[in-house]
């Protein structure tokens, strides 16, 4: 894929069908489509195309016979510009392209700074030779029709379809923060928090620097520490078990459901009831929770909502409510995802997501955000998020930190929630699609969803016996794979202190080490999907 | 012109298909012969026009696939502009003057 940016003689060539030049156009135009090149017009060239068209719009309209005013042309002009922008990118006009006065064509000037910005490889489309000889990036018509089709490859996420969607509001929200410059905290922090908590069905959101912090915060307000346990799935990011480490708690991993991958509720009561009552060969735990059990206390349950699918709350709040246990969802993949008729961040003690670019709601670097219906849990996070502030930053309460989601993250967040329902009901479409057209393979296992979920399917992930052996099939069909993940948490090096050892988990060993994740984003295409279909087919050919 | 020829003699001829025919019989004594053909100005296809007329039939063709352009071209039955004539800034400057904003 190239970008390819009009110059405006291209645009009125075509408009007001201009010979001889208006051929090569419309062969370059269709070559850009054929080629799935993204072609832009930039927003400075605005009132020189309409003019132009116009005048050349009362030329043509004269050869018929009709004389039509310029306010008529330039209706008109409207019109077809209306049509023929309908399916271009509008690249931005910045500040630096007003410093081009002292150009001998400014306006050629300030399309050659634009195709810079676009990025180094872009191309400028013009039959203007003057521009062609000047410029390293402009090209004729003539010259781009022979130009080979760049590589077709499906994306594994997408962050550029969803940009060229969303870019007017998000440019717009970036300037706005530019402009009021309240960086921290800006109130762009408050009004995604207000839209979040709404979509969540949650009393409060707390925005914040990342999922990891997320996770942390909840349980540094809850004073989690060392002698405390915290019930987690090895099947999932490391953060989500770095985090019970990092406060000297002691992370108590509970195997999961083979079908759904996430948390099984019916191993928590197992590992509970083993540190209770002491019978500490009945469930594989910490070396230092099997020697001294009673030095220890179960404090909270982290189920993870893994790839995008619910956790199997009720029986989780269940054994929690029995114990008296704080279960904080890690639910950085799951925002979106619905557990009988509830989303998730409404449905623990309180929800933690991450807004990583490759999440399903995900902003341009680090973000997250906490969800909870516990006024007082609220607070204390408010407090931690900002150094453990009271009143001020400069009456500090308690150890906290310095977590606070960037008001640009915030603006750019804003336009993507409001598209976020819509690319959750595409994510499923496409999920479906994949199910339904792998349904013959018996070779792979395809995602699971029990009847009360819907997930947000960050991820679509199957498991198969020769992961490798295909996946690098897939490559090379063009078709991008990723483990997530490839191997248990409790045999990471990271926790060899635990004392865990292989065969403790063995359907999280045995998932590991055969799943893989394909494609999956809200504008992934039918034919994209069938394509990786076939491929995954070709695989066992 | 007549210098190459001497006497030259008036023959009808009709042209047709890309193949001139005498429509009075004469016998000529090469078999091939550099003759002077007399054409009517009326009669006589622009090159320019028929190389337009050539890239219009083929526009055609990619608009019968192509939605944007019959909606781009609606109004201008069949017609289109001589653009060999350059204008470049000069047309914008003077679409601002008709339109008569500034």
């Given at each position: 894929m190239r970008n390819v940016l009009l110059d405006v003689n291209f645009v009125v060539d075509i408009i007001?069908?201009r010979?001889?030049f208006v051929l090569d156009a419309v062969k370059a135009l269709a070559h850009a489509r054929a080629c799935g090149d993204k072609v832009w017009l930039y927003t400075g060239s605005v009132?020189t195309l309409?003019?132009?068209a116009?005048?050349?719009?009362?030329?043509?309209?004269?050869?018929?016979?009709?004389?039509?005013?310029?306010?008529?042309?330039?209706?008109?002009?409207?019109?077809?510009l209306?049509i023929f922008t309908s399916d271009v990118n509008w690249l931005a006009a910045l500040?630096?392209d007003?410093?081009?006065?002292?150009?001998?064509?400014?306006e050629d000037a300030q399309l050659v700074l634009a195709v810079r910005r676009l990025s180094p490889d872009a191309l400028l489309l013009t039959r203007d030779q003057k521009l062609i000889g000047e410029c390293q990036q402009a090209i004729s018509p003539n010259e781009y029709l022979l130009l080979q089709p760049g590589k077709d490859s499906?994306a594994?996420?997408d962050?550029d379809a969803?940009q060229d969607i969303?870019r007017?509001?998000?440019?717009?929200?970036?300037?706005?923060?530019?402009?009021?410059?309240?960086?921290?905290?800006?109130?762009?922090?408050?009004?995604?928090?207000?839209?979040?908590?709404?979509?969540?069905?949650?009393?409060?959101?707390?925005?914040?620097?990342?999922?990891?912090?997320?996770?942390?915060?909840?349980?540094?307000?809850?004073?989690?520490?060392?002698?405390?346990?915290?019930?987690?799935?090895?099947?999932?990011?490391?953060?989500?078990?770095?985090?019970?480490?990092?406060?000297?708690?002691?992370?108590?991993?509970?195997?999961?459901?083979?079908?759904?991958?996430?948390?099984?509720?019916?191993?928590?009561?197992?590992?509970?009831?083993?540190?209770?009552?002491?019978?500490?060969?009945?469930?594989?735990?910490?070396?230092?929770?099997?020697?001294?059990?009673?030095?220890?206390?179960?404090?909270?349950?982290?189920?993870?909502?893994?790839?995008?699918?619910?956790?199997?709350?009720?029986?989780?709040?269940?054994?929690?409510?029995?114990?008296?246990?704080?279960?904080?969802?890690?639910?950085?993949?799951?925002?979106?995802?619905?557990?009988?008729?509830?989303?998730?961040?409404?449905?623990?003690?309180?929800?933690?997501?991450?807004?990583?670019?490759?999440?399903?709601?995900?902003?341009?670097?680090?973000?997250?955000?906490?969800?909870?219906?516990?006024?007082?849990?609220?607070?204390?996070?408010?407090?931690?998020?900002?150094?453990?502030?009271?009143?001020?930053?400069?009456?500090?309460?308690?150890?906290?930190?310095?977590?606070?989601?960037?008001?640009?993250?915030?603006?750019?967040?804003?336009?993507?929630?409001?598209?976020?329902?819509?690319?959750?009901?595409?994510?499923?479409?496409?999920?479906?699609?994949?199910?339904?057209?792998?349904?013959?393979?018996?070779?792979?296992?395809?995602?699971?969803?029990?009847?009360?979920?819907?997930?947000?399917?960050?991820?679509?992930?199957?498991?198969?016996?020769?992961?490798?052996?295909?996946?690098?099939?897939?490559?090379?069909?063009?078709?991008?794979?990723?483990?997530?993940?490839?191997?248990?948490?409790?045999?990471?090096?990271?926790?060899?202190?635990?004392?865990?050892?292989?065969?403790?988990?063995?359907?999280?060993?045995?998932?590991?080490?055969?799943?893989?994740?394909?494609?999956?984003?809200?504008?992934?295409?039918?034919?994209?999907?069938?394509?990786?279909?076939?491929?995954?087919?070709?695989?066992?050919? | 012109?007549?210098?190459?020829?001497?006497?030259?003699?008036?023959?009808?001829?009709?042209?047709?298909?890309?193949?001139?025919?005498?429509?009075?019989?004469?016998?000529?004594?090469?078999?091939?012969?550099?003759?002077?053909?007399?054409?009517?100005?009326?009669?006589?296809?622009?090159?320019?026009?028929?190389?337009?007329?050539?890239?219009?039939?083929?526009?055609?063709?990619f608009?019968?696939?192509n939605?944007m352009l019959?909606?781009l071209?609606?109004?201008?039955?069949?017609?289109?502009?001589?653009?060999?004539?350059?204008?470049?800034?000069?047309?914008?400057?003077?679409?601002?003057?008709?339109?008569?904003?500034?």
């Amino acid at each position: 894929m190239r970008n390819v940016l009009l110059d405006v003689n291209f645009v009125v060539d075509i408009i007001s069908k201009r010979m001889p030049f208006v051929l090569d156009a419309v062969k370059a135009l269709a070559h850009a489509r054929a080629c799935g090149d993204k072609v832009w017009l930039y927003t400075g060239s605005v009132q020189t195309l309409e003019y132009t068209a116009a005048r050349e719009i009362k030329r043509i309209v004269a050869l018929t016979g009709q004389n039509l005013t310029f306010k008529e042309a330039l209706k008109k002009a409207r019109e077809k510009l209306q049509i023929f922008t309908s399916d271009v990118n509008w690249l931005a006009a910045l500040a630096e392209d007003g410093l081009v006065f002292d150009e001998v064509e400014p306006e050629d000037a300030q399309l050659v700074l634009a195709v810079r910005r676009l990025s180094p490889d872009a191309l400028l489309l013009t039959r203007d030779q003057k521009l062609i000889g000047e410029c390293q990036q402009a090209i004729s018509p003539n010259e781009y029709l022979l130009l080979q089709p760049g590589k077709d490859s499906i994306a594994f996420v997408d962050l550029d379809a969803q940009q060229d969607i969303l870019r007017p509001q998000l440019e717009t929200n970036i300037h706005k923060v530019m402009r009021h410059g309240q960086y921290i905290m800006g109130p762009e922090v408050q009004e995604l928090e207000g839209k979040l908590a709404e979509f969540a069905g949650a009393e409060y959101c707390i925005g914040v620097a990342n999922g990891t912090d997320a996770l942390l915060m909840p349980l540094m307000a809850l004073g989690i520490g060392p002698g405390d346990l915290v019930l987690t799935t090895p099947f999932t990011f490391i953060a989500t078990a770095e985090v019970i480490s990092l406060l000297g708690a002691t992370p108590v991993f509970v195997d999961i459901d083979e079908r759904t991958y996430n948390i099984d509720p019916q191993q928590i009561e197992l590992a509970i009831q083993a540190i209770q009552t002491g019978n500490t060969e009945h469930y594989p735990l910490p070396a230092a929770v099997k020697k001294n059990p009673e030095a220890f206390t179960i404090k909270a349950i982290i189920p993870v909502d893994l790839f995008g699918l619910p956790a199997d709350y009720d029986p989780i709040m269940a054994v929690a409510g029995k114990h008296d246990l704080f279960v904080l969802a890690d639910s950085a993949q799951g925002f979106g995802g619905v557990y009988r008729g509830r989303f998730t961040g409404s449905l623990a003690h309180a929800t933690t997501t991450s807004f990583f670019p490759a999440k399903p709601l995900g902003c341009y670097g680090d973000g997250g955000a906490i969800f909870t219906d516990d006024a007082s849990l609220a607070d204390k996070l408010t407090s931690i998020r900002v150094h453990g502030k009271g009143e001020d930053k400069y009456d500090n309460l308690r150890i906290g930190l310095n977590a606070r989601l960037d008001t640009m993250q915030a603006a750019i967040l804003l336009p993507k929630l409001e598209s976020f329902p819509s690319e959750l009901k595409h994510r499923r479409r496409i999920a479906a699609s994949y199910t339904e057209g792998l349904a013959n393979c018996n070779s792979i296992i395809t995602p699971f969803t029990p009847e009360c979920c819907q997930s947000a399917w960050a991820q679509y992930s199957i498991v198969a016996g020769n992961r490798e052996k295909i996946q690098k099939s897939l490559k090379k069909s063009g078709v991008p794979t990723a483990i997530y993940y490839g191997r248990s948490l409790h045999l990471q090096p990271a926790f060899k202190s635990l004392g865990y050892v292989e065969g403790d988990m063995p359907i999280s060993e045995r998932i590991s080490g055969s799943i893989f994740s394909l494609p999956m984003h809200p504008y992934l295409t039918e034919k994209a999907v069938c394509g990786v279909v076939d491929a995954i087919y070709n695989c066992f050919l | 012109m007549a210098d190459k020829w001497g006497a030259l003699m008036e023959v009808r001829a009709v042209y047709e298909g890309g193949e001139i025919t005498f429509v009075d019989p004469v016998k000529l004594k090469h078999s091939r012969v550099d003759l002077l053909i007399v054409v009517p100005d009326s009669e006589v296809l622009d090159n320019r026009e028929a190389e337009y007329q050539a890239i219009e039939a083929e526009l055609q063709q990619f608009a019968k696939d192509n939605d944007m352009l019959r909606k781009l071209w609606s109004g201008f039955d069949g017609k289109y502009l001589d653009g060999s004539a350059e204008f470049g800034r000069e047309a914008f400057v003077d679409a601002l003057e008709m339109s008569g904003k500034y």
